[in-house]
């Protein structure tokens, strides 16, 4: 079975537990599967219990820190989770947002930073990808570090402007 169909059965799972309907599917990315309910939630399913309990502390932190936004980005609020079905159940958000913390460190910089090589090239695919926005990207992420949350997979998709 494809990890899209196995996390998709999760994700079914976890609906038919919460008595909740899907609406549609909104993303299938590399690390999961991502549907819309009728509750006006989403729920992603993750392919691997790593990312699964990376991304569910991230949302534990922001939900203790009671965040909904930083900066002008939208950060989904934690609705529930299910530490078997590997399911988090957030609140859909709009553009401008910031999500998916599949990848992000807690409370640990990313081993990478210290090597400026890599950290050059890095710079030089953000600066492309955003263009004359990397500078709202770059302090965004420096207000998530402020709360331990070291960011490691910002692009767009992940980080998405109104306009
Ligand atoms: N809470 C949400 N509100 C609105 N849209 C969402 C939400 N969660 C996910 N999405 C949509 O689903 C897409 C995939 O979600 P996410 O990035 O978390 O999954 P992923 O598998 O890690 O994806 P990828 O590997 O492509 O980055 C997002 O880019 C976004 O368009
Ligand atoms: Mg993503």
Known sequence: MSFHSESLKRAEEYLKRRNLSMKKEIGGGTQGVVLATTNGTAIKALNDTVCYMRE???????QECDIGKIGEFNVPRLVSYHDELLVIEMQIVLAPYVLDFAS????????????????????????????????????MMSDFK?????????KPGNVMFAD
């Open 56 to 62: 569910r502390n991230i949302y534990l932190r922001l």
């Open 104 to 139: 992000a460190y807690l409370d640990s910089e990313p081993p990478y930073l210290d090597d400026p090589q890599i950290m050059a090239e890095w710079e030089r695919e953000k600066r492309e990808q955003f263009e004359d926005r990397w500078p709202e990207v770059k302090s």
């Open 146 to 154: 402020a709360l331990g949350i070291h960011l490691a997979d910002v």
